[in-house]
């Protein structure tokens, strides 16, 4: 079947410092994407999420850039601080499909 | 609103025993979602109900799982027999496809073990 590709890598940042989060997705019939955190012990939370008729989009911190030529998905977090320790999960779904596929997540530490 | 909710937190049971998890979803929500996380295989999808009615149950693995929604505010996730490969985080969500927007709403999840 199809999936949202992502090992579950670490991504290492100091406070401040700005975070690049990426992910390939492989169905090119998704048209929605969702960011999610999840921090430990907690259900995942939705961060921001954007549409395939869109390259970008911003919210407090937070901007979604997608690549649809190459199926790619990015979370820029800036200025990144203790709290967006978690790991980070990107979705896909289609318009008219209530299925929404995880990826496997990547995990973001952040020291102060 | 609460949030969605979901109990037990955590769940220790022994190979065989029946399992039950419970969820209330967001209220006004129309969709509920049965989701379950392990290392191995990440977030995956076991089924999902709209207006109560289960729409998609392909990702629920065998029979000796199954889920009822008999209204709006209150599902369950049933195991029966219980084994250890099911220990895993199961989490349900909940949306509001019919607003437009499609994001979904977890709840805190039950840790299950199985011994």
């Known amino acids: 079947g199809e999936s949202v590709g992502l090992h579950l890598p670490t991504l290492s940042v100091q406070e401040g410092d700005n975070s690049i989060i990426n992910c390939a997705y492989s169905n090119s019939a998704s048209d929605y994407f969702i960011w999610y955190k999840q921090e430990s012990g907690k259900g995942p939370q939705f961060i921001i999420d954007?549409?395939?008729?869109?390259d970008k989009r911003q919210g407090q911190r937070v901007t979604v850039l997608l690549n649809k030529t190459v199926k790619h998905l990015s979370l820029q977090i800036a200025a990144t601080q203790p709290g967006d320790s978690a790991v980070y999960f990107c979705?896909?779904?289609?318009?008219?499909?209530?299925?929404?596929?995880f990826g496997t997540g990547t995990r973001l530490l952040v020291s102060p | 609103d609460a949030g969605v909710i979901q109990s037990p937190r955590h769940e220790v049971t022994e190979m065989g025993q029946e399992v039950t998890l419970r969820c209330k979803p967001i209220?006004?929500?129309?969709?509920l979602f049965w989701y379950r996380q392990t290392m191995m295989r990440g977030l995956e999808l076991l089924i999902y109900f709209n207006n109560n009615v289960p729409i998609d149950d392909s990702g629920m693995p065998e029979d000796r799982f199954s889920a009822k929604m008999p209204n709006a505010s209150f599902s369950t996730l049933k195991i029966q027999p219980s084994e250890p490969r099911d220990s895993a985080v199961y989490f349900c969500a909940s949306s509001l496809i019919g607003g437009g927007g499609e994001k979904l709403f977890f709840g805190s999840g039950t840790q299950l073990s199985v011994l």
């Open positions: 979705a896909e779904k289609r318009t008219g499909f209530q299925k929404l596929v």
């Open positions: 954007i549409r395939s008729n869109m």
């Open positions: 209220s006004g929500h129309d969709y």
